[in-house]
C-alpha cells in the first residue's frame, strides 16, 4: 500500500524543539523527492521545505529558514523535519508529501501530524 | 513572488451542478506546473489535476482542468456528493506556492 505517515507532533512551549518523521511504505522511498507542507487551522495550505531523493539538496521556505531543517534516511525509508526555535505561528499541521516528478504535483500525501506551540 | 488567487473563496451549490472553480496567478506561469488538490476533513489530500489539465490516477472524468498564462480553471461537472470538499490549486516551476482555496458547500 502506498503511504506516508507522519508522527512526531504535539505540544510544545515556544522556544523549545520537535522533530517529525514521516514514514514511508509501497514505493520506492529513496527514487523521491519529498516535502514538507504546512496548514495552520482554519488556514491554507503552506511549502515548508524540499528534499532531493539522495538528501544532497535542501530547500526551506523563509519563514522557517534557519530554524527548521529537513533530511532523510533512505535505509529506513524516513523524512524528518527537526524544528527548533519554535513560535506561535508554526501551529500547524504538518503533511509530508511526494513529487511525482521534478517540479511536478505532489501525488502522495500523508494525513498530516499536529503541532501546538503554546505556553 | 508568485501569488496564486482563487476565488471565488466559498461555492454554494447543488448536486447535479456543474462548479467552475478560478485559480488566478500574479504573473504569467507555465501551465505544465499547475496542479489541482481536494482536502476533505480527516482525509489526506488528494491530486486531482496536474499539468493543468491531466487527470491524476482514478480521478473522474466529472473533473477537468484548463487554462494558460495567468488564468486556470478546475470544473466539476454534475456535483456528486462526495466532491462537496476545499479545493486547492498549486504551482511548483521555480518554487512551490499555493492558492489560498475555494471551499465548495452543499447549498
Known amino acids: 500500500q502506498v503511504q506516508l505517515v507522519e508522527s512526531g507532533g504535539g505540544v510544545v512551549q515556544p522556544g523549545r524543539s520537535l522533530r517529525l518523521s514521516c514514514a514511508a511504505s509501497?514505493?520506492?522511498?529513496?527514487?523521491?523527492?519529498i516535502h514538507w507542507v504546512r496548514q495552520a487551522p482554519g488556514k491554507g495550505l503552506e511549502w515548508v521545505a524540499v528534499?532531493?531523493?539522495?538528501?544532497?539538496?535542501?530547500h526551506h521556505a523563509d519563514s522557517v529558514k534557519g530554524r527548521f531543517t529537513i533530511s532523510r534516511d533512505n535505509s529506513v525509508n524516513t523524512l524528518y523535519l527537526q524544528m527548533n526555535s519554535l513560535r506561535g505561528e508554526d501551529t500547524s499541521v504538518y503533511y509530508c508529501?511526494?513529487?511525482?516528478?521534478?517540479?511536478?504535483?505532489?501525488?502522495?500525501w500523508g494525513q498530516g501530524t499536529m503541532v501546538t506551540v503554546s505556553s | 513572488e508568485l501569488v496564486l488567487t482563487q476565488s471565488p473563496g466559498t461555492l454554494s451549490l447543488s448536486p447535479g451542478e456543474r462548479a467552475t472553480l478560478s485559480c488566478r496567478a500574479s504573473?504569467?506561469?507555465?501551465?505544465?506546473?499547475l496542479a489541482w488538490y481536494q482536502q476533505k476533513p480527516g482525509q489526506a489530500l488528494r491530486l486531482l489535476i496536474y499539468?493543468?489539465?491531466s487527470r491524476a490516477t482514478g480521478v473522474p472524468d466529472r473533473f477537468s482542468g484548463s487554462g494558460s498564462g495567468t488564468d486556470f480553471t478546475l470544473t466539476i461537472s454534475g456535483l456528486e456528493p462526495e466532491d462537496f470538499a476545499v479545493y486547492y490549486c498549486?504551482?511548483?516551476?521555480?518554487?512551490?506556492?499555493f492558492g489560498q482555496g475555494t471551499k465548495l458547500e452543499i447549498k
Open positions: 498549486q504551482h511548483s516551476d521555480n518554487w512551490y506556492t
Open positions: 528534499t532531493s531523493s539522495d538528501g544532497g539538496f535542501k
Open positions: 509501497g514505493f520506492t522511498f529513496s527514487s523521491s523527492v
Open positions: 504573473q504569467s506561469v507555465s501551465s505544465t506546473y
Open positions: 508529501a511526494r513529487e511525482r516528478r521534478p517540479h511536478d504535483a505532489f501525488d502522495i
Open positions: 499539468g493543468a489539465s
